[in-house]
T-cell receptor, first 113, second 111 residues
Framework: AQSVTQLDSQVPVFEEAPVELRCNYS??????LFWYVQYPNQGLQLLLK??????LVKGINGFEAEFNKSQTSFHLRKPSVHISDTAEYFC???????????FGKGTRLSVIA | DTAVSQTPKYLVTQMGNDKSIKCEQN?????MYWYKQDSKKFLKIMFS???????INETVPNRFSPKSPDKAHLNLHINSLELGDSAVYFC??????????FGQGTRLTVV
């Protein structure tokens, strides 16, 4: 079964600094990968997805992620964060569309003014 | 126009009661899900329906029963509520297990 590891449960970062949120997945078969964001008391919103093609994926709000098959990683990056980026971020994986999304435990990003 | 909507948003009830959460999607998706988010924010799949048929039923007590009257609706009924059922329940839908679109969640508090 698929599993997802988000290596950092909390990441504090100063405003306008860069950030990387790490995600590793377990499967060696072809996968679909996703990053979601959850603001307080809200549902999950898709930031970006990797289904196939270019390994560098750009998403909303200036985020991007890079799929690395050899490292089984899909790390999320943003070059300059804003206070409004403070939220919980979830990495998720599906077995190439054959299974529901399996989520990591989430990373709490706190942007400090 | 909300893509995935679930009601109610908040639900406070006593132990032993029976309650239902409703979910509707207007995206034309064939697949719908229920996820549970615990107090540590961990999201776990409970059920997956494809075209009104149950596809996946993870290890969930049989007090939880999903019902799909048509492919746009997936309701969750919970019998004999327990304190440990307190959580946020999310409905979601997708086309062929690609990205899932989530509802706003239902915060269930059992007292």
């Amino acid at each position: 079964a698929q599993s997802v590891t988000q290596l950092d449960s909390q990441v504090p970062v100063f405003e306008e600094a860069p950030v990387e949120l790490r995600c590793n997945y377990s499967s060696s078969v072809s996968v679909y990968l996703f990053w979601y964001v959850q603001y307080p008391n809200q549902g999950l919103q898709l930031l970006l997805k990797y289904l196939s093609g270019s390994t560098l994926v750009k998403g909303i709000n200036g985020f991007e992620a890079e799929f690395n098959k050899s490292q089984t990683s899909f790390h999320l990056r943003k070059p300059s964060v804003h206070i409004s980026d403070t939220a919980e971020y979830f990495c998720a994986v599906s077995d190439q569309g054959n299974t529901p999304l399996v989520f990591g435990k989430g990373t709490r990003l706190s942007v400090i003014a | 126009d909300t893509a995935v909507s679930q009601t109610p948003k908040y639900l406070v009830t006593q132990m032993g009661n029976d309650k239902s959460i409703k979910c509707e999607q207007n995206l034309g998706h064939d697949t719908m899900y229920w996820y549970k988010q615990d107090s540590k924010k961990f999201l776990k799949i409970m059920f997956s329906y494809n075209n009104k048929e149950l596809i996946i039923n993870e290890t969930v007590p049989n007090r939880f029963s999903p019902k799909s009257p048509d492919k746009a609706h997936l309701n969750l009924h919970i019998n004999s509520l327990e304190l440990g059922d307190s959580a946020v329940y999310f409905c979601a839908s997708s086309a062929e297990y690609t990205e899932a679109f989530f509802g706003q969640g239902t915060r269930l508090t059992v007292v």
